[in-house]
């Protein structure tokens, strides 16, 4: 049959606006978390990660947040501008689970934002 | 330092036939990865190098293949080419920091694959 695509969601703000993106991840076990972003033609590109240990993360405008119990990640960025526009993706990882694991990322689905001037 | 580079940028085949795609990782990062993307699976991994090791695989087919090189760079190949192999292909290095259970991957731009 014919394959669907994924109806990625969307998200769309005001420039300047604060921006809260969400992501539901897959395993319990996951131990390591990155978002990243995706602009159209490139490859992903690392925004910032946070490890289970934790539950908050600053970086340079952005924030990530990581709720284990829900099995949750939030990723927000303040102050929005027309360059954040891009798909935003979250990843897993179980970076302590012996070397084997560490290669690999299980990524969300992503999530489209769109920055209106 | 040079990011992750891939070659070539854009590749176009016919079904049946056979591709290889190349990926030098950043100066010094020894784990190469590679990921399928597509609109329909989204971002999906393949394998993972680490001293010319295959360490991990995804749930791909055995037509999808890869090596690594002693200087760390990599190979993927493709063989027996279907439609539903048009994607882009995506290498990702790392220089794991295994003690503080970080895993930064680093992605090249890709290379589009198109089948015919």
């Known amino acids: 049959g014919e394959s669907v695509g994924l109806h990625l969601p969307t998200l769309s703000v005001q420039e300047g606006d604060n921006s809260i993106i969400n992501c539901a991840y897959s395993n319990s076990a996951s131990d390591y978390f990155i978002w990243y972003k995706q602009e159209s033609g490139k490859g992903p590109q690392f925004i910032i990660d946070?490890?289970?240990?934790?539950d908050k993360r600053q970086g340079q405008r952005v924030t990530v947040l990581l709720n284990k119990t829900v099995k949750h990640l939030s990723l927000q960025i303040a102050a929005t501008q027309p360059g954040d526009s891009a798909v935003y993706f979250c990843?897993?990882?179980?970076?302590?689970?012996?070397?084997?694991?560490?290669?690999?990322?299980?990524f969300g689905q992503g999530t489209i934002l769109t920055v209106h001037p | 330092k040079a990011g992750v580079t891939q070659t070539p940028r854009y590749l176009i085949k016919t079904r049946g036939q056979q591709v290889t795609l190349s990926c030098s990782p950043i100066?010094?990062?020894?784990?190469v990865s590679w990921y399928q993307q597509t609109p329909g699976q989204g971002l999906q991994f393949l394998f993972e190098y680490f001293s010319e090791t295959q360490r991990n695989k995804g749930n791909f087919p055995g037509r999808f293949s890869g090596r690594q090189f002693s200087n760390s760079r990599s190979e993927m190949n493709v063989s027996t080419l279907e439609l539903g192999d048009s994607a882009l292909y995506l290498c990702?290095?790392?220089?794991?920091?295994?003690?503080?259970?970080?895993?930064?991957?680093?992605f090249g731009a890709g290379t589009r694959l198109s089948v015919l």
């Open positions: 100066s010094g990062h020894r784990s």
């Open positions: 990702a290095s790392s220089n794991i920091l295994a003690g503080e259970g970080k895993n930064i991957q680093y």
């Open positions: 946070i490890r289970s240990n934790m």
């Open positions: 990843a897993e990882n179980l970076a302590n689970a012996g070397c084997t694991s560490y290669g690999k990322l299980t």
